[in-house]
């Protein structure tokens, strides 16, 4: 993109702030910022203007989800149909790893963080040891792609190669790069966070397809005769993946999508919860859920609303296909944006001061006509490291990996 391109682009958007410092720049610093300016989707900054409007819910009602006993009962069954699908190539995996481990008091990629005790045990380590538990029991590959931003891909890809990829051969790994949304102000005027640099941030974990369709990755699952993805976050270290039960389940129950989900342990856990919005399967952040929905009972009396997410799910490929073609909603979220003041000197604010712009994967949920819930027991599944201490911490996470044999 050339200057007169980028001049239009951002004028057409309100943004021509964006070159109040161009002639200051180095040659390869103007091409740094045109470059950002032709990747960045600047349209959606004016949603800002009515972000009321973008999060309302329709009716919610109960969605029951798949139980241990059922799973239990039919696990042979499950365990078949799922094994045969890994063997024969059609399921692959997503491990959603675009974030920082700042809340860990880390400025590393999150998954590099070392949750050992008395040997090192990265984050990244945990997760392909258990993906690897499905390789030795298919006795197949399974493609793994992994999604980093442009905050932390050269560090990953580098600690993957340091690492000898925890023993995963390589040419089943495939590195990409999440898309990028501008963060604004609260009128949607994007910040500079450099006079060569517009302020941005990941588009939310619901843009991790539209990014592997971005980067060429969806013709490599073409290739390889992908039919199922399972997408995963980064920060679960017990987690299993492409679990062959969990994909048996969901083939056999011709769902467009499987979500593995655990019993919650209070009706307040912060944690989003399975449902039907508007009859079509959905999910309520825990800070949606009202007293109501929370108190509310289903025909056996146990509480409705009583399964929670862990962000593991597995897709129909077609179906994300047919997704991506349509404009998923936007979510609004106030932050703290270090940007340039007036006098064009770096600011890290104490206070949120703007806006972030994300797309999230319950979206993606919400468009398809199908889900499965598919409880899992959360000592076996469920290790969250979201901080250092406390709840769901780096402290939780050793004692429940403990728990279960694993040696730290």
Request: with cysteine; aromatic share 10%.
């Given at each position: 993109?050339?200057?007169?391109?980028?001049?239009?682009?951002?004028?057409?958007?309100?943004q021509?702030?964006?070159?109040?410092?161009?002639?200051?720049?180095?040659?390869?610093?103007?091409?740094?910022?045109?470059?950002?300016?032709?990747?960045?989707?600047?349209?959606?900054t004016?949603?800002?203007?009515?972000?009321?409007?973008?999060?309302?819910?329709?009716?919610?009602?109960?969605?029951?989800?798949?139980?241990?006993?059922?799973?239990?009962?039919?696990?042979?069954?499950?365990?078949?149909?799922?094994?045969?699908?890994v063997?024969?190539?059609?399921?692959?995996?997503?491990?959603?790893?675009?974030?920082?481990?700042?809340?860990?008091?880390?400025?590393?990629?999150?998954?590099?963080?070392?949750?050992?005790?008395?040997?090192?045990?990265?984050?990244?380590?945990?997760?392909?040891e258990?993906?690897?538990d499905?390789?030795?029991?298919?006795?197949?590959?399974?493609?793994?792609?992994?999604?980093?931003s442009d905050?932390?891909?050269?560090?990953?890809?580098?600690?993957?190669?340091?690492?000898?990829?925890?023993?995963?051969?390589?040419?089943?790994?495939?590195?990409?790069?999440?898309?990028?949304?501008?963060?604004?102000?609260?009128?949607?005027?994007?910040?500079?966070?450099?006079?060569?640099?517009?302020?941005?941030?990941?588009?939310?974990?619901?843009?991790?397809?539209?990014?592997?369709?971005?980067?060429?990755?969806?013709?490599?699952?073409?290739?390889?005769?992908i039919?199922?993805?399972?997408?995963?976050?980064?920060?679960?270290?017990?987690q299993?993946?492409?679990?062959?039960?969990?994909?048996?389940?969901?083939?056999?129950?011709?769902?467009?999508?499987?979500?593995?989900?655990?019993?919650?342990?209070?009706?307040?856990?912060?944690?989003?919860?399975?449902?039907?919005?508007?009859?079509?399967?959905?999910?309520?952040?825990?800070?949606?859920?009202?007293?109501?929905?929370?108190?509310?009972?289903?025909?056996?009396?146990?509480?409705?609303?009583?399964?929670?997410?862990?962000?593991?799910?597995?897709?129909?490929?077609?179906?994300?296909?047919?997704?991506?073609?349509?404009?998923?909603?936007?979510?609004?979220?106030?932050?703290?944006?270090?940007?340039?003041?007036?006098?064009?000197?770096?600011?890290?604010?104490?206070?949120?001061?703007?806006?972030?712009?994300?797309?999230?994967?319950?979206?993606?949920?919400?468009?398809?006509?199908?889900?499965?819930p598919?409880?899992?027991?959360?000592?076996?599944?469920?290790?969250?490291?979201?901080?250092?201490?406390?709840?769901?911490?780096?402290?939780?996470?050793?004692?429940?990996?403990?728990?279960?044999?694993?040696?730290?």
């Amino acid at each position: 993109m050339n200057y007169q391109q980028a001049y239009d682009k951002l004028e057409k958007n309100g943004q021509l702030h964006v070159l109040k410092y161009y002639e200051e720049l180095k040659p390869e610093e103007k091409e740094a910022l045109l470059s950002q300016v032709e990747r960045l989707d600047f349209s959606m900054t004016s949603s800002c203007k009515h972000k009321e409007e973008l999060t309302q819910k329709g009716k919610i009602t109960p969605l029951s989800a798949m139980q241990l006993g059922e799973i239990k009962r039919r696990k042979d069954e499950f365990m078949s149909v799922g094994l045969e699908a890994v063997r024969a190539g059609k399921v692959g995996a997503v491990l959603l790893a675009g974030g920082m481990g700042t809340r860990l008091g880390s400025d590393a990629p999150k998954g590099v963080y070392n949750i050992g005790l008395t040997k090192e045990v990265f984050i990244f380590q945990r997760l392909i040891e258990n993906l690897l538990d499905v390789v030795r029991q298919a006795d197949a590959w399974i493609h793994l792609f992994v999604m980093t931003s442009d905050k932390n891909h050269e560090a990953t890809t580098a600690f993957f190669k340091e690492k000898n990829y925890f023993g995963y051969r390589p040419e089943y790994i495939t590195f990409f790069m999440q898309e990028m949304a501008p963060a604004t102000d609260y009128e949607g005027k994007v910040y500079l966070e450099a006079k060569d640099r517009i302020s941005t941030s990941p588009n939310g974990n619901g843009g991790w397809f539209s990014s592997m369709m971005k980067w060429g990755v969806v013709d490599k699952i073409h290739e390889a005769g992908i039919e199922w993805l399972n997408v995963f976050a980064v920060d679960n270290v017990l987690q299993r993946i492409a679990d062959p039960c969990f994909v048996g389940a969901t083939i056999l129950t011709d769902s467009d999508v499987g979500a593995k989900v655990v019993r919650k342990n209070a009706p307040d856990e912060r944690i989003g919860v399975m449902c039907l919005e508007d009859g079509r399967p959905s999910i309520v952040e825990y800070y949606e859920l009202t007293e109501e929905l929370m108190n509310a009972k289903d025909e056996n009396g146990d509480p409705a609303y009583s399964f929670g997410v862990i962000l593991n799910y597995l897709f129909r490929e077609k179906a994300l296909e047919e997704i991506v073609a349509k404009k998923l909603p936007l979510h609004i979220v106030e932050k703290k944006i270090p940007c340039l003041d007036e006098k064009g000197e770096l600011i890290k604010p104490e206070e949120p001061n703007g806006y972030k712009y994300e797309q999230l994967v319950l979206d993606m949920i919400h468009e398809l006509d199908s889900c499965l819930p598919y409880e899992v027991e959360r000592n076996y599944e469920f290790a969250p490291i979201k901080n250092r201490t406390g709840i769901d911490s780096v402290e939780s996470a050793r004692e429940l990996c403990k728990e279960n044999g694993i040696e730290l």
